[in-house]
């Protein structure tokens, strides 16, 4: 309604009044901002399996996202892992099956004091053929104990973060099938 009132040169109430009057419904401040940040329609498109071996990967995708995903995010697709494997799968099927960029996701990591940050990042920018610039700064976590995790976690935990509420809604409850 802010931007309609610039563009007619006009104050906020009159843009609301006429609205009323013609029954016009209001978007939520966040609707309002996803139509303005994508205002070409959702930046994913959801596509069907359409045979086996896509079904296979879809089904590994879903259960991914159930299996080791964070859905207590209410705007974001992501999913946290140490097997390199595993990720690369997640993001085949974010890529595969929704059309996403793999420019447009964004990593956090979390290492432990006694691992060399850069020798982590290096390893999964080459290992997920990704930019440096789409992870966050890494989270360190002071190193409390010497124990198999520590060999399993030598290049920590990584996050793939997608930051699309509608996706992670639809990824949540609302899948077309």
């Known amino acids: 309604m802010e931007d309609i009132s610039k563009i007619l040169d006009c ?8 609205m009323v ?16 940040n994508n205002p070409d ?7 069907k399996p359409s045979n086996l071996k896509e079904a296979e990967l879809f089904g590994v995708g879903i259960g991914l996202y159930w299996g080791e995903g964070t859905k207590a995010s ?7 892992n140490t097997d390199p494997k595993l990720i690369k799968k997640f993001i ?4 595969k099956f929704f059309g996403i ?12 004091t006694d691992t060399n940050v ?3 990042l290096s390893f999964w920018i080459k290992e997920l053929k990704v930019g440096r610039s789409q992870f966050y700064k890494p989270t ?9 995790y520590k060999k399993r976690s030598e290049f920590g935990v990584l996050q793939v973060l997608y930051h699309n509420k509608k996706l992670r809604d639809l990824l949540f409850n609302k899948l077309p099938m």
Do not use: C, H, M
């Not at 013609?22 to 996803?34: D, F, L, Q, T």
């Not at 085949?92 to 890529?95: D, G, H, R, V």
């Not at 960029?101 to 432990?112: A, V």
């Open 140 to 148: 360190v976590t002071i190193s409390g104990s010497i124990g198999s």
């Open 41 to 47: 329609g959702d930046p994913f498109k959801f596509k």
């Open 21 to 36: 009057k013609y029954g016009i419904k209001r978007r939520s401040i966040s609707e309002a901002v996803y139509l303005k």
């Open 74 to 80: 209410k705007d974001s697709v992501r999913l946290g």
């Open 118 to 120: 850069e020798s982590v």
């Open 11 to 18: 104050s906020l109430n009159k843009v609301k009044y006429w």
């Open 101 to 112: 960029e793999k420019e447009d996701l964004r990593f956090g990591l979390q290492i432990f």
């Open 92 to 95: 085949e099927f974010l890529i």
